[in-house]
């Protein structure tokens, strides 16, 4: 098992005798969590980066771990593959504790990968990372033509899901009459 | 080429990849494949349209408060977030691309609805639309020279206006056009209003906000009888009602409310104005009346100065 570790911060607070009004608050160490994709690659990511994620931070909050713990039970997300996954955790890395910009150009710039990364995205909750993976897709077409467009979202034409729904209706049939056919055999 | 197979995408994050587009291009898409209609409606039913034919134009308002215009001109012209169509027979452009607007984006809402001043023949194909895909419209202006009697009255009984219908004063009826209104909007203008009788400005009073009349028929008598109406608290459904009216009939020959004209305030300072759910209205130089039941109104009417009688609700 390979791990990526981001620094800590592990700066202990000194307990202050009389805290002046200015003084800034004590720094809480930050906790640590443990995700991994379908590469079983796990990826060590801050408390405050994973905020963005409503489904994990949704799963910390409910598991309350030690981080001896977190770091025995890493989150799986199998369904995501480790690529996409080591976007999303430096996306959230690069966005912790920090407002979000209306635009971002941190995005990842492989097209090929975007519609994974949506699919990961739309699955771990990450709103915002989302809506600028949705402005990428709907760039992608930006003065195409209607045909151009139907090859880059891989539209299918209506003669060809008719095509592809009558087809499927025969399947069916076919099946449902192999079905019928050896349940009267069956019955012999 | 970079692809992505856009419909195995989630409907939610679908629709969050359409709203990224603009109404044109949601237009394309419709056009592209049946399967994306739903999802075009989805976002397009919260779209608003106005329809210009005297300015040759459709607007489509997208709810983050963008317009999107298209242009009907017989040269090719480009803009920024507008469409321009080349044509030579507008109206009939306007038609299906009103037809495509409606039938792919599911919208209701017209904010407004415009005449060119030709024939009624071109208004007409348009009610059809606006009443076929049971559109509700806020603001009409009619504006077409030649009328007939039978397809306005079509007209105006189908077409569901909701704020503001103006007739303007190039609308000539015929000599023995009768209509009666079926839906009544907050403010009803017409210019050329012979055909507006006393029972209809009594159902108008109970519905509209404001009614102006030109070239009325009525008389001092019509008035008196309304103003004495009111006078003994029998017209108690009206509320805020501002009523202007001017025609050959209403003058200083006769008295009206036991009055002698002119009826106005002697006092050139003299304004009453009222504010209701956002519209002013304003009469200058009215004498203020109480009936019965305590109700003030303002009442003016000043000829040949201001010609027209005006009587407008304070409380």
């Known amino acids: 098992m390979s791990s990526t570790e981001q620094g800590t911060s592990s700066a202990a607070p000194a307990e202050p005798t009389t805290a002046p009004e200015s003084a800034a608050a004590p720094e809480v160490p930050e906790s640590f969590y443990y995700v991994h994709g379908k590469d079983k690659v796990v990826h060590k990511v801050s408390a405050g980066a994973l905020q963005h994620s409503a489904l994990i931070h949704g799963m910390i909050s409910n598991l309350g771990y030690t981080e001896e713990q977190a770091k025995a039970n890493p989150f799986p997300f199998e369904n995501i593959d480790g690529d996409i996954l080591q976007m999303v955790v430096d996306w959230c890395n690069q966005h912790k504790g920090k407002p979000t910009p209306p635009e971002d150009t941190n995005l990842p710039k492989q097209k090929e990968k975007l519609f994974d990364l949506v699919l990961a995205v739309n699955y771990l909750e990450i709103k915002e990372l989302l809506t600028y993976c949705c402005k990428q897709v709907a760039m992608m077409v930006k003065g195409k033509s209607p045909e151009e467009i139907r090859e880059i979202w891989m539209i299918p034409t209506d003669a060809e899901d008719e095509a592809a729904e009558k087809e499927a209706k025969k399947r069916a049939g076919k099946e449902a009459a192999g079905e019928t056919a050896a349940a009267a055999g069956d019955a012999k | ?315």
Not at chain 2, 18 to 28: G, M, R, S, T
Not at chain 2, 66 to 89: D, G, H, I, M
Not at chain 2, 209 to 230: A, M, P
Request: one cysteine or more; proline letters at 5%.
């Open chain 2, 1 to 315: 080429m970079s692809r992505i197979p856009l419909l195995r995408l989630p409907d939610l994050v679908l629709e969050e990849v359409f709203k990224e587009l603009d109404p044109f291009k949601l237009i394309e898409f419709a056009k592209c494949s049946k399967r994306l209609h739903p999802m075009i409606r989805r976002i397009g039913k919260k779209f608003e349209l106005s329809v210009d034919l005297y300015c040759k134009q459709i607007n489509i308002y997208t709810p983050d408060g963008r317009q999107w215009p298209v242009y009907f001109y017989s040269l090719e012209s480009e803009q920024e977030n507008a469409k321009f169509v080349k044509t030579k027979c507008p109206t009939r452009d306007i038609c299906i691309h009103l037809f495509e607007f409606l039938l792919y984006f599911g919208c209701y809402k017209i904010r407004h609805f415009e005449t060119c001043p030709e024939t009624i023949w071109n208004t007409s194909p348009i009610v059809k639309l606006l009443v076929y895909f049971k559109c509700t419209v806020r603001n009409v202006t009619f504006r077409m020279y030649k009328t007939e009697g039978d397809v306005f009255k079509e007209i105006l009984s189908s077409l569901k206006v909701t704020d503001m219908l103006s007739i303007g004063a190039a609308v000539e009826f015929p000599p023995d056009f009768e209509f009666k209104f079926v839906f009544y909007p907050k403010f009803l203008y017409i210019q050329n209003s012979h055909w507006i009788k006393m029972d209809q400005v009594y159902k108008a009073a109970n519905r509209c906000l404001k009614i102006s009349l030109k070239k009325s028929q009525l008389t001092n008598e019509h008035l008196d009888r309304f103003l004495q109406r009111w006078q003994a608290g029998k017209l108690r459904k009206m509320k805020m009602f501002y009523f202007t009216v001017q025609g050959k009939q209403i003058n200083k020959k006769s008295t009206i409310f036991d009055m002698e004209i002119p009826i106005k305030s002697e006092d050139d300072k003299c304004v009453h104005k009222r504010d209701h759910e956002g519209y002013q209205e304003t009469v200058r130089k009215g004498v203020v009346f109480k009936n019965v039941d305590g109700q003030r109104a303002v009442i003016h009417f000043d000829p040949p100065t201001s010609s027209a009688f005006s009587f407008m609700l304070l409380d």
